[in-house]
C-alpha cells in the first residue's frame, strides 16, 4: 500500500469538508476503545452519508490505499487496529435513524447508531431490538452487522444474522450494494446481504441496516441463584423457558471466580445468599404484568428450591436491586483494569457438554499452570461461555498462550461448538481460524474475498491472514 500524499489527503477533504478529516493531535484525542493500536493509521475520516463514504473508498480504491472501518471501537479481537499507511473510516457521522414503524416492527439505522440510541427510539413505542449487549451505549448497529454480535437475547431472539431484514453496504470498488428490504419473505435471488454480516469489514463497507424489531415487555423480574452445579443451573434455565406467565429474557452464568470479583468491588450481597455456591445464575423474566412476572420468579424459585434445597436465592424488589444484580454480571472491565489485555476466550459449547467442558479445561489449566484462575461467565441460554485469565497479556510468552487455546480449543469442533462464539475472529484469531475450521469453507472464504475485494483494499490481515 502506497503513503498518503498531500494529494491524496486533500480529495478526501474534498469529499467529507476538511473538519471531518482528522490527524495528529485530532486523532489522539479520540478514544480509542479497547486497543490502542485501532488509531494506528493516525488519519481518521468521517463520512456523513453512504455517498460520501462510497466516494472516499472510490478515492482510497484508486490511490491502492487501504481501509478500516471503525464502529465503537468494542470489539475485543483486533478487528479495528490500524496500521500507518491506511485510513480509519469512522461510522459516527452514520448516526440517524431514518425509519421505525410500530406497524411493521422495523427500522431502519445508519451504521454509526448505538445499539443504546436504537433501543430508548424503538421504547418509545414499546418495542426492542431483540439484541441487547453491555456495551449497548458505545456499540454501533454497523459493529455488530459485520461481527454478527449475539449478546444476552441471543438464545430467544437470535444473533444479528437473525435480525436484520436487508442491508446496504459499500463495496471495495467504491460501488454501493443495496438490499434494504423490510419483510421477512424474500426469495428475489441470492441472500447476498448475509455475505456481510459478520466479515468484520473484509468484503464490505456496512452503512444502513434494516433491522426487526420485538415487542419490549412492560416488566421484568430478576432473581439471582446460588446454585451446586452447572446441571442444577441448566435445570434452572428450562424451567424458566417453560414460564406460565412471561417469557425468558436472560439466563446468565457467573462462576465463583467472577462473581467473587464483581460481588466484592460493588460490595454487594444479599440475606441468606452465600458467595461460595458452585455457579450464579441469573434469570430474568419479562412480561406486561408486574403481578404475574413477579409471580412467576417466585414460582420459579421455590420449584428450584424443591429440586436443589441447597440453594440460595435473591429476588429484585425494586429497578435498583435488578440493576445493582446486573452489574455482577455485566462489569467485565473490572477484569482488565486489574490485568490488562488478559487474554480471553470466547467460545460456544452444546448446553449438555458445557460442564464437562468445563471440567475438563479447568483441570487442564491447573496442570499447566497451577496460578490460572480463569473468570468465568456467560450467556448459559445459548452455551457461549466467556473464560478470561488472571494474568496480564504481557506475562504469557507465545508458547504458553498456544497451548492455553489448544486446552480450550482441541475437540471443540467434533462436540458441535465453536472457538468463536460472538467476538470475532479480527487479527487475533485469524490463524486460529485456519486451524479449526474445514479446508473447504477456508478456501471458499478466500474465494469471496478476492472476488469481492481483488486488492485487498477492506480491513487487511483480519479474519483472512493474506
Known amino acids: 500500500m502506497s503513503c498518503l500524499t ?51 473508498v472510490r478515492c482510497c480504491h484508486a490511490s491502492s490505499v487501504a481501509i478500516v472501518t471503525h464502529g465503537g471501537r468494542t470489539g475485543l479481537v483486533g478487528g479495528g487496529i490500524s496500521r500507518p499507511g491506511e485510513i480509519i473510516i469512522s461510522t459516527a457521522r452514520l448516526n440517524r435513524i431514518t425509519f421505525l414503524s410500530p406497524v411493521e416492527n422495523v427500522a431502519i439505522v445508519e451504521a454509526g447508531v448505538t445499539l443504546q440510541a436504537l433501543q430508548e427510539a424503538a421504547g418509545e413505542y414499546g418495542l426492542e431490538p431483540g439484541i441487547d449487549l453491555p456495551s449497548r451505549g458505545s456499540a454501533t448497529i454497523g459493529g455488530m452487522a459485520s461481527t454478527n ?30 438490499d434494504l428490504t423490510r419483510v421477512v419473505k424474500n426469495t428475489a435471488g ?24 420485538e415487542p419490549r415487555p412492560s416488566f421484568t423480574a430478576t432473581t439471582l441463584f446460588g446454585l451446586p452445579s452447572t446441571q442444577a443451573a441448566l435445570s434452572a434455565m428450562q424451567r424458566g423457558l417453560k414460564a406460565r406467565h412471561g417469557q425468558l429474557r436472560a439466563a446468565e452464568a457467573i462462576w465463583p471466580h467472577y462473581f467473587y470479583l464483581t460481588s466484592t ?37 421455590e420449584d428450584v428450591a424443591t429440586d436443589y434445597p441447597d440453594i440460595s436465592a435473591v429476588i429484585a424488589s425494586s429497578k435498583a436491586q435488578e440493576k445493582a444484580i446486573w452489574a455482577l454480571r455485566e462489569d467485565t472491565d473490572l477484569i482488565y483494569r486489574k490485568y490488562p489485555g488478559a487474554p480471553s476466550y470466547d467460545v460456544s ?53 498456544r497451548a492455553i487455546e489448544e486446552i ?42 478476492w472476488s469481492l475485494d481483488p486488492t485487498n483494499t477492506l480491513n487487511p490481515g483480519k479474519v483472512l491472514t493474506e
Open 6 to 56: 498531500s494529494g491524496f489527503k486533500a480529495e478526501i477533504a474534498t469529499i467529507v469538508g476538511r473538519d471531518y478529516v482528522k490527524e495528529n493531535d485530532a486523532v489522539s484525542a479520540i478514544d480509542y476503545g479497547i486497543l490502542p493500536e485501532n488509531l494506528g493509521a493516525g488519519i481518521v475520516v468521517l463520512p456523513g452519508s453512504t455517498e460520501e463514504l462510497a466516494a472516499v
Open 149 to 178: 454480535a449475539g449478546g444476552i437475547a441471543a438464545f430467544r431472539y437470535g444473533v444479528m444474522r437473525h435480525r436484520i431484514l436487508g442491508l446496504e453496504a459499500v463495496l471495495a470498488d467504491g460501488s454501493i450494494y443495496s
Open 190 to 213: 441470492y441472500d447476498l446481504s448475509h455475505l456481510f454480516i459478520g466479515s468484520e469489514g473484509t468484503l464490505g463497507i456496512i452503512t444502513r441496516i434494516a433491522i426487526k424489531l
Open 265 to 301: 468491588h460493588h460490595n454487594w450481597s444479599a440475606a441468606d445468599y452465600r458467595a461460595d455456591h458452585p455457579i450464579n445464575l441469573l434469570l430474568c423474566i419479562g412480561g406486561n404484568d408486574d403481578a404475574d412476572v413477579q409471580s412467576e420468579i417466585e414460582n420459579i424459585y
Open 349 to 401: 459449547v452444546p448446553l449438555s457438554e458445557v460442564e464437562a467442558y468445563l471440567d475438563r479445561c479447568m483441570a487442564k489449566l491447573k496442570t499447566l499452570d497451577p496460578e490460572l484462575s480463569p473468570y468465568v461467565f456467560g450467556h448459559l441460554g445459548d452455551g457461549n461461555l466467556h473464560v478470561v485469565l488472571n494474568t496480564a497479556h504481557d506475562a504469557m510468552d507465545g508458547e504458553k498462550i
Open 408 to 449: 480450550f480449543y482441541t475437540g471443540l469442533n467434533a462436540l458441535g461448538g465453536t472457538f468463536s462464539a460472538e467476538h470475532g475472529i479480527g487479527s487475533k484469531r485469524a490463524q486460529t481460524l485456519i486451524a479449526q475450521i474445514n479446508h473447504g469453507k477456508w478456501m471458499l472464504m478466500r474465494q469471496l474475498k
